[in-house]
């Protein structure tokens, strides 16, 4: 995502010559399909197609090997620099780069669906390869299938040799937390090109000025109120009125963050009140990742809090819930924590995850017999 990010800037500029999109992989290679790089009349260059080795060779002659209209070349990945084509970067195989001029119709259309998909509208685009006698030929559809582009020359043809990608809009991450922890974790995410919002019900928090990286900041105050409690056999979030100011103003809803199932969250407030009203109001939604910060104490409360009063079984509760968040990569401090729980995020959107430390109605048992919240809870005093 970051890499489509720094190629519309590029573009921006005004003097892009080439753009390069890495169409097939045979064997091992450092980027997948679908990896761009665009080029500039002076040399510099936006994206990465490879892990450096390849791009001075591409940039070099990209304007070169395209003054005649589009191009495929094939590149080697092999240590072996006796090869017939030998741009040896040590993946052991072979990639093809389509290679076409930035001024052509076909490639400014590619270049506006890669805008549209980073302001979260998916594209589909159909590219028909070119070859002696073939104009390269595109078409691009929006998620509901409707032609928004398509070339002059004719519409891409099925039975020919074609490159169909997927341009998805990049991963969204909530972060429901303020606090000074949840700043590397915004930054690693945002450095990866996620969009991130951060949610906080403490104005003094949630401010932009913290968040640099982040999309939107958000003072919004949690859903839950009192009333919600009665009959739980749990006590409110606090027996006093609130400190005037301390949560926040009217303005944005819950409801306004449009969670999705795509959606990863994590909660990390540190405020075992708001922890207990976001957890309960996020579990119906079912993000593909929900995490949970705290002791596996503090969070067995939680989850039977929250599962008393969604009327749901303990199970239900710990089946779409990651907790104790983040991989047990070891380390210590806000930075290795925002790691450890950024690596879990990623392995779980990629469908790589292996071994997760996962909350179980035992383990909730197991920690209830403790003791309850009450060390959790924040006393105020009502005068």
Not at 16 to 38: K, P, Q
Request: glycine share 10%; proline share 7%; hydrophobic share 40%.
């Amino acid at each position: 995502m970051t890499d489509r990010r720094k190629i519309l800037d590029l573009h921006r500029r005004g003097d892009a010559v080439a753009l390069g999109t890495l169409i097939h992989v045979e064997g091992s290679s450092y980027r997948r399909t679908g990896a761009r790089i665009l080029i500039a009349a002076n040399g510099d260059y936006a994206g990465s197609i490879s892990g450096g080795c390849l791009e001075a060779e591409v940039v070099r002659k990209a304007q070169w090997l395209t003054r005649n209209g589009p191009t495929i070349e094939r590149y080697s990945t092999l240590f072996d620099d006796t090869a017939e084509i030998p741009y040896g970067l040590g993946c052991g195989g072979t990639v093809d780069l389509l290679l076409e001029p930035a001024g052509t119709p076909e490639c400014i259309a590619l270049l506006q669906a890669i805008e549209a998909s980073l302001h979260g509208e998916p594209r589909r685009i159909v590219t028909q390869l070119p070859a002696a006698g073939r104009p390269l030929r595109r078409c691009i559809l929006n998620a509901t299938g409707n032609h928004l582009f398509s070339s002059q020359a004719g519409r891409v043809n099925p039975s020919e040799p074609h490159f169909d990608e997927h341009l998805a809009p990049p991963q969204r991450l909530i972060v429901f937390g303020a606090g000074d922890d949840a700043q590397p974790l915004v930054s690693m995410a945002a450095l990866i090109g996620w969009n991130v919002t951060v949610v906080d019900g403490r104005p003094q928090w949630a401010r932009p000025e913290r968040f640099p990286q982040a999309e939107r900041v958000l003072a919004l105050a949690p859903p839950q109120t009192d009333a919600a409690w009665k009959g739980t056999g749990f006590s409110p979030s606090h027996g006093a009125p609130q400190k005037k100011g301390s949560l926040a103003p009217e303005g944005p809803t819950f409801e306004s963050l449009q969670i999705t199932p795509n959606d990863a969250v994590v909660v990390m407030t540190h405020s075992y009140e708001q922890d207990r009203a976001w957890l309960t109001a996020l579990l119906p939604l079912g993000p593909r990742y929900l995490g949970l910060l705290g002791a596996r104490h503090r969070s067995a409360l939680l989850v039977r809090e929250s599962a008393t009063l969604l009327a749901w079984p303990i199970d239900r509760a710990c089946e779409g819930l990651f907790a104790p968040v983040g991989l047990d990569l070891g380390g210590d401090g806000a930075e290795a924590i925002a790691l450890a729980i950024l690596a879990e995020m990623q392995a779980c959107v990629e469908g790589k995850l292996g071994i997760s430390r996962r909350m179980t109605p035992e383990m909730v048992a197991e920690q209830i017999e403790r003791g309850g919240a009450s060390r959790y809870l924040q006393a105020q005093c009502a005068l």
